[in-house]
């Protein structure tokens, strides 16, 4: 069996995605107990020209799948030669393109799956994870059953492993063996519309200032912006406020938005609903600033400040600029 | 144009949940609910019908014999009749096990449009649908904020990173919805009366073709323990101060992490 540990490495618009260098750097880690290598399996727009960069972060080699910008799930047939007995498990992001392409190879080679981790390893050759369940009130271990085939799929969000940087290795790079024919490889973008905007993409946020009901309208999220800046973050939403045509969809936090893991969280004028918590759970920190004393986000934020949102959130920024410029 | 809703029961949002001794899920005496996002697939289903885009919507739960109350409240929204795949050998079903016996009652059905919620509320992995898709050898059309069909063929509106996508395949297809959609439509009383008359059959494994070896003991994954999350400090709070001495204070803890 081998010993390798296998991650799905997504590139777009000729570069790596945030994800490809961390579970690069996450695979690595893995492979050094399991005794194997870190092995990209590449995919997207400039993964063929790429994949070699991604030894930098830890890869030893990386199969090129395909490189072209198509639905992620339509690279699982020529993902399952290599991936068929290739590693103990297969890192994959925590994203809806992540998510799809590993569901497929579930399906497609009878594969045990982990949901986001918050930890993974290998001890005496098994595959052992920790993930947070019920709210996060218990924490499970969870191991494939005895002679499960492998690889293991393990679900990873962004920032669960920080990205080793300054490295200098080229990872070995071959192209996938030619797939059978499948019906998976049918689906297709038929038409594309850019926003006016550019939009942020949130999962790699280290920094998230997130703005709910109370920000009460598309220029309520001007102040959240500026102290976001000041911080050198991202602005993010609930549903409520995404649902209200405030801020585009893909800010928004949550069950059926993104699932967001940055080193500091800070809501604004949101309740903490459940399905907004399971979005922003894993944050390192998290600050509440809310009017409402009793609001749920009280209960598990690290610091909750009760008051205006309009009167703290700019004397914030100012403060952190005041205190820059010192 | 036929449509076959996957629909799961799951605990009510917030009961109250925990392990037994066995590191099952403990979900009795739970209140259980359709899976709220499964609700937004029954919706776009039958909104399809009322656009006259189809014509006939099944729904498909695997699950204990309290399943079919899910099944009975999806067919007081709307829909023709329900199948439930239930068996001794399928507790404790993990995500590959699920998707198993959906694709091997979903080929049985023969649908155009297999279409499910993005995601269960009691297991986070959004893992089904492309595995189903991936199991009968079908497209994916998921995460979708919108759903048509014709024409042989079914489209999604999907957000992409800059802005929307519409992700098209030939049909049969498996597709999954987003809460985009719109609000799912509640059941009136005469659909619930409705409800009461419409079929709804009971599937063993082996009515799909599976045997209990096929399912390996249901899971190829175990909890081998739990135990209660690192315990963390109690939340600060920052109460009835001015906003000048708040932000000074919260600036003051953020500076104590390192954060600015």
Not at chain 1, 89 to 106: C, E, F, I, Q
Not at chain 1, 152 to 162: E, G, Q, S
Not at chain 1, 166 to 177: H, I, L, Q
Not at chain 1, 193 to 197: R, S
């Given at each position: 069996?081998?010993?390798?540990?296998?991650?799905?490495a997504?590139?777009?618009?000729?570069?790596?995605?945030?994800s490809?260098i961390?579970?690069?750097?996450?695979?690595?880690?893995?492979?050094?107990q399991?005794?194997?290598?870190?092995v990209?399996?590449?995919?997207?727009s400039?993964a063929?020209?790429?994949?070699?960069?991604?030894?930098?972060?830890?890869?030893?080699?990386?199969?090129?799948?395909?490189?072209?910008?198509?639905?992620?799930?339509?690279?699982?047939?020529?993902?399952?030669?290599s991936a068929?007995?290739?590693?103990l498990?297969?890192?994959?992001?925590?994203?809806?393109?992540?998510?799809?392409?590993?569901?497929?190879?579930?399906g497609?080679?009878?594969?045990?799956?982990?949901?986001?981790v918050?930890?993974?390893?290998?001890?005496d050759?098994?595959?052992?994870?920790?993930?947070?369940?019920?709210?996060?009130?218990?924490?499970?271990t969870s191991r494939?059953?005895d002679g499960?085939?492998?690889p293991?799929?393990?679900?990873?969000?962004?920032?669960?492993?920080?990205?080793?940087e300054?490295?200098?290795?080229?990872?070995?790079?071959?192209?996938?063996?030619g797939?059978?024919?499948?019906?998976?490889?049918?689906?297709s973008?038929v038409e594309s519309?850019?926003?006016?905007?550019k939009?942020?993409?949130?999962?790699?946020?280290?920094?998230?200032?997130a703005?709910?009901?109370?920000?009460?309208g598309?220029?309520?999220?001007?102040?959240?912006r500026?102290?976001?800046a000041?911080l050198?973050?991202a602005?993010?939403?609930?549903?409520?406020?995404a649902?209200?045509?405030?801020?585009?969809y893909q800010?928004?936090?949550?069950?059926?938005?993104?699932?967001?893991?940055?080193?500091?969280?800070?809501?604004?004028g949101?309740?903490?609903?459940?399905?907004?918590?399971?979005g922003?759970?894993?944050?390192?920190?998290?600050?509440?600033?809310?009017?409402?004393?009793?609001?749920?986000?009280?209960?598990?934020a690290?610091?909750?400040?009760?008051?205006?949102?309009?009167?703290?959130?700019?004397?914030?920024?100012?403060?952190?600029?005041?205190?820059k410029?010192a | 144009?036929?449509?076959?809703?996957?629909?799961k029961?799951?605990?009510?949002?917030?009961?109250?949940?925990?392990?037994?001794?066995?590191l099952?899920?403990?979900?009795?005496g739970?209140?259980?609910?359709?899976?709220?996002?499964?609700?937004?697939?029954?919706?776009?289903?039958?909104r399809?019908?009322?656009?006259?885009?189809?014509e006939?919507?099944t729904?498909?739960?695997?699950?204990?014999?309290?399943?079919?109350e899910?099944?009975?409240?999806?067919?007081a929204?709307?829909?023709?009749?329900?199948?439930?795949?239930?068996d001794p050998?399928?507790a404790?079903?993990?995500?590959?096990?699920?998707?198993?016996v959906?694709?091997?009652?979903?080929?049985k059905?023969?649908?155009?449009?297999?279409?499910m919620?993005m995601a269960?509320?009691?297991a986070?992995?959004s893992?089904?649908?492309g595995a189903v898709?991936?199991?009968?050898?079908v497209p994916?059309?998921?995460?979708?904020a919108?759903?048509?069909?014709g024409?042989?063929?079914?489209?999604?509106?999907?957000?992409?990173?800059?802005?929307?996508?519409?992700?098209?395949?030939?049909?049969?297809?498996?597709?999954?919805?987003?809460?985009?959609?719109?609000?799912?439509?509640?059941?009136?009383?005469?659909?619930?009366?409705?409800?009461?008359?419409k079929?709804m059959?009971?599937?063993?494994?082996?009515?799909v073709?599976?045997?209990?070896?096929?399912?390996?003991?249901?899971?190829?994954?175990?909890?081998?323990d739990t135990?209660a999350?690192?315990?963390?400090?109690?939340?600060?709070?920052?109460?009835?101060?001015?906003?000048?001495?708040a932000?000074?204070?919260?600036?003051?803890?953020?500076?104590?992490?390192k954060?600015?």
């Open positions: 069996m081998s010993t390798d540990i296998l991650f799905l997504e590139f777009a618009d000729g570069a790596p995605a945030r490809a961390e579970l690069a750097t996450g695979a690595a880690e893995l492979a050094s399991s005794g194997g290598v870190a990209a399996l590449a995919y997207g400039g063929a020209s790429g994949a070699a960069s991604l030894g930098a972060h830890g890869a030893a080699r990386a199969i090129v799948l395909g490189d072209e910008d198509r639905p992620a799930i339509t690279y699982a047939p020529a993902a399952v030669a068929r007995d290739g590693g498990a297969l890192l994959a992001p925590a994203t809806p393109n992540g998510r799809d392409l590993a569901a497929a190879l579930v497609l080679l009878d594969l045990p799956a982990f949901g986001p918050r930890t993974a390893g290998v001890t050759g098994v595959l052992e994870t920790e993930q947070a369940t019920l709210q996060g009130s218990v924490i499970t494939p059953v499960a085939p492998t293991a799929v393990v679900l990873v969000l962004a920032n669960t492993f920080t990205p080793a300054g490295g200098s290795g080229t990872a070995e790079v071959a192209e996938a063996p797939a059978d024919d499948s019906a998976l490889s049918k689906a973008v519309h850019e926003a006016e905007a939009v942020v993409n949130l999962e790699e946020a280290s920094v998230i200032v703005g709910g009901r109370g920000v009460a598309e220029a309520g999220f001007g102040p959240l500026e102290l976001a000041e050198g973050g602005v993010g939403a609930s549903r409520a406020a649902d209200a045509g405030w801020i585009a800010l928004q936090i949550g069950q059926t938005g993104k699932v967001v893991k940055p080193s500091l969280y800070i809501g604004a949101i309740s903490g609903a459940i399905q907004h918590r399971v922003m759970q894993t944050a390192e920190h998290v600050v509440a600033i809310n009017k409402d004393p009793d609001a749920p986000i009280g209960e598990f690290d610091l909750f400040v009760v008051g205006d949102l309009f009167q703290i959130v700019p004397a914030l920024t100012e403060e952190i600029r005041r205190r410029g | 144009m036929k449509i076959v809703v996957c629909i029961q799951v605990p009510a949002t917030g009961a109250d949940k925990r392990y037994t001794e066995d099952r899920l403990d979900r009795t739970v209140e259980a609910i359709i899976n709220p996002l499964d609700e937004y697939a029954i919706e776009q289903a039958l399809l019908v009322d656009d006259g885009a189809v006939s919507v729904y498909l739960s695997m699950g204990p014999d309290q399943a079919a899910a099944l009975r409240r999806a067919l929204m709307g829909g023709d009749d329900a199948v439930l795949v239930t050998a399928l404790g079903a993990d995500e590959w096990a699920t998707a198993k959906l694709a091997a009652a979903l080929d059905l023969a649908p155009d449009v297999a279409l919620g269960s509320d009691d986070r992995g893992l089904v649908p898709a991936a199991m009968r050898d994916l059309l998921s995460y979708g919108e759903l048509k069909v024409d042989g063929s079914a489209q999604v509106r999907r957000l992409s990173a800059t802005g929307y996508d519409w992700i098209g395949a030939p049909l049969p297809v498996v597709a999954s919805v987003t809460d985009q959609i719109g609000e799912p439509r509640y059941a009136s009383l005469k659909g619930i009366m409705a409800a009461k008359r079929p059959e009971t599937w063993s494994l082996a009515d073709g599976l045997s209990a070896d096929d399912l390996r003991g249901a899971a190829l994954t175990q909890v081998t135990r999350p690192e315990a963390k400090p109690p939340t600060e709070r920052i109460e009835n101060l001015p906003a000048p001495e932000a000074a204070k919260i600036a003051d803890w953020l500076a104590a992490r954060l600015i």
